[in-house]
């Protein structure tokens, strides 16, 4: 079965950094783009960014550009959410997102972590 | 950005009787590569989403076929035949059409 274990969450201050990471099993990770979504407490779904298979592409959504980064290490099988000057507004369960198809990037998100909290708060 | 409207917002439905979502886009989701990348979610209480539908009307690995999807253009609906206990959750419309993709607000399905 396809497994997806976020880690890296937790109280970060407003203007600090964390880093998130999705581990990933039981599938061709380097074939898969990958994606981060998020959800506010009792909130609904919003699309954070993606990475293409190779890493060379990457899309952020405009209330993280620039400050957040994408990046995945095929060779570890592991996607990476690098987040620096954090707001409130950042506080959220981050979700590490499998796509459905093999290659493409635009896709459906097919498998979903447990997700990991992220808490912005002084 | 693409906007994803999703009525109705709550959905009280009967055991065993059929439900019915819309998702409306505020442009045309079909793509310049002729695909319509308009999927549906299900998130139950506590539990991180999953994929229903994708392309509109595809189902997804181990979905029950009593998930249906349907639509085209601007106007897409997720229809459950029948209405079992397991379907309680908040059900989502989203699109990956264009940058950056976007999500309806959530249609709450509960038992009355």
């Known amino acids: 079965e396809v497994q997806l274990l976020e880690s890296g969450g937790g109280l970060v201050q407003p203007g600090g950094s964390l880093r998130l990471s999705c581990a990933a099993t039981r599938f061709t990770f380097s074939s898969y783009a990958m994606s981060w979504v998020r959800q506010a407490p009792g909130k609904g779904l919003e699309w954070v960014s993606t990475i293409s298979v190779s890493g060379g592409s990457t899309y952020y959504a405009d209330s993280v550009k620039g400050r957040f980064t994408i990046s995945r290490d095929n060779s570890k099988n592991t996607l990476y959410l690098q987040m620096s000057s954090l707001r409130a507004e950042d506080t959220a369960v981050y979700y590490c997102v499998k796509a459905h198809m093999t290659t493409v990037t635009r896709n459906a998100f097919g498998i979903w972590g447990q997700g990991t909290m992220v808490t912005v708060s002084s | 950005d693409i906007v994803m409207t999703q009525t109705p917002l709550s959905s009280p439905v009967t055991l065993g009787q059929p439900a019915s979502i819309s998702c409306r886009s505020s442009?045309?989701?079909?793509?310049?590569?002729?695909?319509?990348?308009l999927s549906w979610l299900q998130q139950r209480p506590g539990q991180p989403p999953r994929l229903l539908i994708y392309k509109i009307s595809k189902r997804f690995s181990g979905v029950p076929d009593r998930f249906s999807g349907s639509g085209a253009g601007t106007d897409f609906t997720l229809k459950i035949s029948r209405v079992e206990a397991e379907d309680v959750g908040v059900y989502y419309c989203m699109q990956a059409t264009q940058f950056p993709w976007t999500f309806g607000q959530g249609t709450k399905v509960e038992i009355k």
């Open positions: 442009q045309s989701l079909v793509h310049s590569d002729g695909n319509t990348y």
